[in-house]
């Protein structure tokens, strides 16, 4: 490991495991999904996943990590994985959230074309089928229009400890629930008049089984059929037939899914006896969602934040939502490495933010650009150096790839030093600046502290030096010289005046809604700094969205919003090292 990250990389890098794998790896050795074909004739691959989101809201870390482990396993066995809007729902979905979503997968890296296929699909391209299979079960006798009241229906679905009652509609002949299906379909009835229910069991210790609903009425526009229906699935109806019709192998959910598994397999036993798949069908499995600390993935809580002007949107670069993580400055191959080193596991339980910290310092370290930042400016002057004189620096590009060539500054009589990096009277131990101490400008010359000047009130407002002019680095004569402090500066006609944000967490609480609490009075008063930094000169021609390393800061990145050509402003990605462990 470098230098630059000793400390910076906060945790060792577990053994990552994925249970999945050895369930693919038994299936494919069984050749359990092997000579299937599409409904053109066409050969399947044997691994089909999906990645599966309602279109109503951004996305978040939590879904990176579900990105990353279903595109990622179609890669590592050379399957495919689909991307495929749950958009059954029509009340909460918007189109806006389809182009962000699709934005976002793209820009993890992951792509759902296989040759010149798109594998890109809409769970409401479905509803035809869908309708069909509804009726299918009615005739077959297997589901049933229940006609109680939401209040009765509720009342008789009993609880953990008892059993449910039946509907006095349960055995209704399926001719009087298919005419009433239709006529609900029709537009015949109000939202809430009719349901439709699996016929199952009402006694099942699992309250997923007890009739649970397939179809309701719900007269509202939908973001892409409009106004053709007002009869809609329910997801738990919906989502195994989708992975059925996508011939997906191994459907990957959240364990709070795993009581739903049983109806999942139902649905399809059923309708594969009724001619509509074939064997072996789709099986979920479940993982342990992804727990961050000091952040929340809560959609609704996420919109609270956006909504109440907390933060500055849904980008902003504290949110954990994909499009903020960007705009931080996290690249798609630290959450791809995150999401490897977390690992995939069948118990819930919380991940540290200094996980995800640690895998972007650890991607950055190789690839970042070093330049010179002062983030709080003190101006130093050299009283020998000449007036109008600069003289050029040089510094590695990367201090571990040489073949990545030089970069040059001009270093001239007044500078701007870290405040931090002057102590009047020095501290024990403190070999920076102070009066009759000598240190080295990095890249520069070796100087010697002569005082400093104050204001009335006796704050410093510049420190004055002389230098050495045989010291400088690169020349022979620097070996001569032995200082201990080694400080960065930039000069002060030349730097670039930039903003600088420094971002830091967005909650002080660990678990900040944990056990309902109000995570609104976890928020971090200093989450953001808006700063005036000067840069060295050559940063001027860095591009939107480029990262680089500030020596001695941490890694940053232009803004890929308020950045112009030439005036970048940038983002704090994270510190060098982790100031948050214990
Ligand atoms: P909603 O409450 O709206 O259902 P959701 O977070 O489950 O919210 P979906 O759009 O249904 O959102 O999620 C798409 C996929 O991402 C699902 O397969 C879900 O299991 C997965 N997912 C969501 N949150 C996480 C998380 N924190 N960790 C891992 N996977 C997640
Ligand atoms: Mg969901």
Not at 288 to 308: G, P
Not at 443 to 469: R, S
Not at 530 to 550: H, N, R
């Amino acid at each position: 490991m470098s230098n630059d990250t000793k400390n910076g990389s906060t945790n060792p890098t577990p053994a990552s495991s994925n249970f999945l794998r050895g369930i693919i790896e038994a299936d494919l050795a069984a050749g359990k999904h092997e000579k299937r074909v599409d409904k053109d004739g066409q050969p399947l691959p044997t691994v089909i996943t999906r990645f599966p989101p309602e279109p109503n809201g951004y996305l978040h870390i939590g879904h990176a990590k579900s990105i990353c482990l279903n595109f990622g396993l179609a890669r590592d066995y050379a399957g495919r994985c689909n991307l495929r809007f749950d958009d059954t729902n029509p009340t909460k979905e918007e189109q806006e959230y389809v182009d962000t979503i699709i934005d976002s997968v793209k820009w993890l890296g992951f792509d759902w074309h296989v040759g010149d296929k798109e594998h890109l699909y809409f769970a409401s391209d479905y509803f035809d089928q869908l309708y069909a299979m509804a009726e299918y079960l009615i005739t077959a006798g297997h589901a049933y229009v229940d006609s109680q009241s939401a209040d009765d229906m509720a009342k008789n679905r009993g609880n953990f400890g008892e059993a449910g009652k039946n509907s006095p509609f349960r055995d209704r002949p399926a001719a009087e629930s298919l005419d009433l299906f239709r006529r609900m379909k029709a537009g015949e009835f109000k939202d809430g008049e009719h349901i439709v229910r699996a016929k199952i069991d009402m006694a099942s210790p699992n309250m997923n089984m007890r009739d649970p609903a397939i179809y309701r009425i719900r007269h509202a526009h939908h973001h892409r059929t409009g106004d053709a229906w007002c009869v809609y699935p329910m997801y738990d109806y919906a989502h195994p037939i989708e992975d059925a019709i996508e011939n997906i192998t191994h459907s990957i959910c959240t364990l709070e899914f795993q009581d739903h598994r049983p109806f999942y397999d139902w649905v399809l036993e059923r309708l594969a006896e009724g001619g509509f798949f074939t064997k072996p069908l789709p099986h979920q499995y479940e993982f342990a969602r992804l727990n961050l600390t000091y952040a929340i993935t809560s959609k609704r809580k996420l919109l609270q934040l956006v909504e109440e002007n907390i933060v500055d949107g849904w980008d902003d670069p504290r949110m954990p939502t994909i499009v903020g993580i960007r705009r931080r400055g996290y690249t798609p191959a630290s959450i791809q490495l995150f999401a490897e080193r977390i690992g995939v596991a069948k118990v819930d339980s919380w991940i540290d933010m200094s996980t995800l910290e640690g895998a972007l310092r650890d991607d950055l370290d190789d690839k970042a650009p070093r330049a010179i930042a002062v983030l709080r400016p003190l101006k130093l002057i050299i009283d020998n150096f000449p007036e109008d004189e600069t003289v050029e620096c040089t510094a590695p590009v990367h201090p571990h790839h040489p073949e990545r060539g030089n970069r040059t500054f001009p270093i001239s009589k007044e500078l701007w030093i870290e405040q931090e990096d002057f102590m009047e009277v020095p501290s024990k131990g403190y070999f920076r600046l102070f009066p009759g101490n000598k240190v080295r400008l990095r890249y520069g010359y070796v100087v010697e502290c002569v005082g400093a000047d104050k204001d009335a009130d006796g704050n410093i407002i510049a420190v004055h030096c002389t230098y050495f002019p045989d010291s400088k680095s690169g020349t022979e004569g620097s070996a001569n010289y032995k200082v201990k402090g080694n400080l960065h500066w930039v000069s002060a006609a030349h730097a670039l005046e930039a903003e600088v944000r420094l971002y830091d967490r967005l909650f002080t609480d660990a678990h900040p809604d944990a056990g309902g609490k109000d995570f609104k009075l976890a928020l971090n008063p200093n989450s953001k700094e808006v700063i005036t930094a000067y840069v060295e000169p050559g940063v001027s021609a860095v591009q939107a969205d480029e990262k680089l390393q500030f020596e001695r800061h941490g890694y940053f990145v232009a803004d890929r919003v308020d950045s112009k050509a030439g005036k970048p402003v940038f983002n704090r990605v994270v510190t060098l090292k982790d100031s948050w462990g214990k």
